[in-house]
């Protein structure tokens, strides 16, 4: 196996992970269980992040382009609007670039 394909799969299964311990955090009544998982978490997100950078160092990962301003704006004021308490659009609007598909309708968000 090629290193670019071992630091992909790293990637993968790292980013597959955050997502569950963000599942785990949100379900967990015990502080003490939360906070261990949280650090947990803020370490593979740490690694994570050190790797996506040799990754891009390396040549194996073009990110997408940067979000201009405006975008971060639009994104920013939509997520903390009315729009998460379901059902509502994310770059929906006149003008608005493609963002994502925003709110399904169990208000999950659908990327």
């Not at 630091?7 to 261990?36: F, H, W």
Request: proline fraction near 1%; glycine fraction near 12%.
């Amino acid at each position: 196996m090629q290193e670019k394909d071992m630091v992909n799969d790293i990637l993968s299964m790292v980013n597959s992970s955050l997502t569950g311990y963000a599942n785990v955090i949100s379900q967990t009544s015990d502080q003490k269980l939360r906070q261990e998982i949280q650090q947990i978490r803020d370490n593979d997100e740490k690694f994570q992040f050190e790797l996506y950078k040799l990754a891009g160092q390396k040549g194996y990962y073009q990110p997408a382009q940067q979000a201009d301003q405006r975008d971060i704006q639009q994104v920013k004021s939509q997520l903390s609007g009315s729009n998460m308490s379901g059902g509502g659009e994310i770059g929906g609007g006149a003008g608005a670039r493609d963002i994502g598909s925003g709110m399904n309708d169990r208000g999950r968000m659908d990327w």
